[in-house]
């Protein structure tokens, strides 16, 4: 089972940084699609950042500009850095990892076990 750890969250100021990483048991080659999640108290787990298998990326709105996904193969571990923090982005990140596979036909949907991320204002 692949495995997915979680560090770099913790409480920072509005207007400061803090950077995510999260390292899988296995090469995050194998994953079509890793990213990160964040869920507040009392609402839905919403998209943070997304990269494919190929290096493609896409970003929620709120984090445009701001916040930037990143790899490294090597160290087979994501990262999320996170610029210009906002009180708005207070929550739980998830590590995420989904691999499909077509035959036999299988989604493969890992996921990390969160870390606190609080900006204070």
Same mark, same amino acid.
């Given at each position: 089972? &692949?495995?997915? &750890?979680? /560090? *770099? *969250?913790g409480? +920072?100021?509005?207007?400061?940084s803090?950077?995510?990483s999260?390292?899988?048991?296995? =090469?995050? $080659?194998?994953?079509?699609?890793?990213g990160?999640y964040r869920?507040?108290? #009392?609402?839905?787990?919403?998209? &943070?950042?997304?990269?494919?298998? #190929? *290096? =493609? %990326?896409?970003?929620? @709105? /709120? +984090?445009?500009?701001?916040? %930037?996904?990143?790899? @490294?193969?090597?160290?087979?571990?994501?990262?999320l850095?996170?610029?210009s $923090?906002?009180?708005?982005d %207070?929550? +739980?990140?998830?590590?995420n990892?989904?691999?499909? +596979?077509?035959?036999?036909? !299988?989604?493969?949907d !890992?996921?990390?076990q969160?870390?606190? &991320?609080?900006?204070?204002?």
């Amino acid at each position: 089972q &692949v495995q997915l &750890v979680e /560090s *770099g *969250g913790g409480l +920072v100021q509005a207007g400061g940084s803090l950077k995510l990483s999260c390292a899988a048991s296995g =090469s995050i $080659l194998s994953a079509n699609v890793m990213g990160w999640y964040r869920q507040a108290p #009392g609402q839905q787990r919403e998209v &943070v950042a997304v990269m494919s298998s #190929g *290096g =493609s %990326t896409n970003y929620a @709105d /709120s +984090v445009k500009g701001r916040f %930037t996904i990143a790899r @490294d193969n090597t160290k087979n571990t994501i990262y999320l850095q996170m610029n210009s $923090l906002k009180p708005e982005d %207070t929550a +739980v990140y998830y590590c995420n990892a989904k691999r499909t +596979v077509l035959y036999p036909a !299988y989604n493969y949907d !890992y996921w990390g076990q969160g870390t606190q &991320v609080t900006v204070s204002s």
